[in-house]
């Protein structure tokens, strides 16, 4: 089994050639990424149209990248928009529940100075507290997910805070490889890991590039995964640089290689 990206060109508007594409290079399951970072609300019927889409290909969906909104945050100091963005978050957990998948990841503030962290905790609690308790009931754990330079502090508060039942870890491989730290932080929390987004870059931007083709650390990073709490198919985060090359069959291709040879390297950890 391996996961690959929806968006692995744009995030949003009609999704089925995408994954059509997905299905046809080999990959069982799909992380969901559309509209992660828009105000969009999924309706009844677009959810539906979803779910027929993956029957239609034979995908399962793994997990959902909640979105944060612009407008519509859940981590914001401004309560009115705290509120629409709890609504946002629980529209991707109804989502991801009639998917059949029980993980949404999201992000929250990270790399701020003592004072900012102060301002910042709080609103993230309050969400916290009214989303899992959703969350629970739709059989949905929420995963937080490292971000660039991230130093995990916001991360260990509230995985520290906050049931393992109802909260895990989701680890980005691009974003721990830019400043180096994301490895040894992975390993303090690799009993809290429920999802991964794997993919590669040069240490310096954040690329979404396929595995083996940038600086990451990969077999240190499959004796961590092998070792983890987490269960789940290797799940590649990668995007095409239509730039660079337009071939989406070769990427999603040269891609899901990629993701065999990661598994292979954590089956034999």
């Known amino acids: 089994m391996l996961a690959v990206t929806s968006d692995y060109v744009e995030d949003t508007g009609d999704a089925s050639p995408y994954l059509e594409r997905i299905a046809r290079a080999g990959f069982t399951h799909v992380h969901w990424c559309h509209h992660w970072n828009t105000d969009?609300?999924?309706?009844?019927?677009?959810?539906?149209?979803?779910?027929?889409?993956?029957?239609?290909?034979?995908?399962?969906?793994l997990n959902l990248h909640g979105s944060h909104g612009r407008e519509k945050y859940w981590c914001s100091p401004l309560e009115y928009q705290r509120l629409a963005g709890v609504e946002l978050v629980k529209n991707r957990i109804d989502m991801t529940a009639r998917l059949g998948a029980d993980v949404v990841i999201m992000h929250v503030p990270s790399s701020l100075d003592p004072l900012e962290r102060v301002n910042a905790i709080d609103p993230v609690r309050r969400s916290m507290d009214q989303i899992l308790p959703f969350?629970?009931?739709?059989?949905?754990?929420?995963?937080?997910?490292?971000?660039?330079?991230?130093?995990?502090?916001?991360?260990?508060?509230?995985?520290?805070?906050?049931?393992?039942?109802?909260?895990g870890l989701c680890y980005d491989s691009g974003h721990g490889n830019i400043d180096?730290?994301?490895?040894?932080?992975?390993?303090?929390?690799?009993?809290?890991?429920?999802a991964v987004h794997l993919h590669d870059n040069d240490g310096h931007s954040d690329q979404h590039a396929i595995p083996f083709t940038g600086s990451v650390d990969w077999p240190h990073l499959a004796t961590i995964l092998a070792s983890s709490a987490y269960v789940g198919p290797i799940n590649l985060e990668v995007i095409i640089d239509t730039q660079r090359e337009s071939d989406e069959d070769d990427f999603l291709r040269r891609a899901y290689l990629a993701g065999q040879r990661l598994t292979a390297m954590v089956t034999a950890s």
Do not use: C
Not at 138 to 167: H, K, Q
Not at 180 to 194: C, M, P, S, V
């Open 40 to 61: 969009f609300l999924y309706s009844p019927p677009e959810i539906s149209q979803v779910a027929r889409w993956f029957k239609q290909y034979g995908l399962a969906l």
């Open 135 to 167: 969350a629970h009931a739709m059989g949905v754990r929420i995963a937080v997910e490292n971000m660039e330079s991230d130093d995990f502090d916001m991360l260990a508060t509230l995985l520290n805070e906050y049931d393992p039942a109802e909260l």
């Open 180 to 194: 180096g730290r994301g490895l040894d932080n992975l390993e303090k929390y690799k009993n809290r890991l429920i």
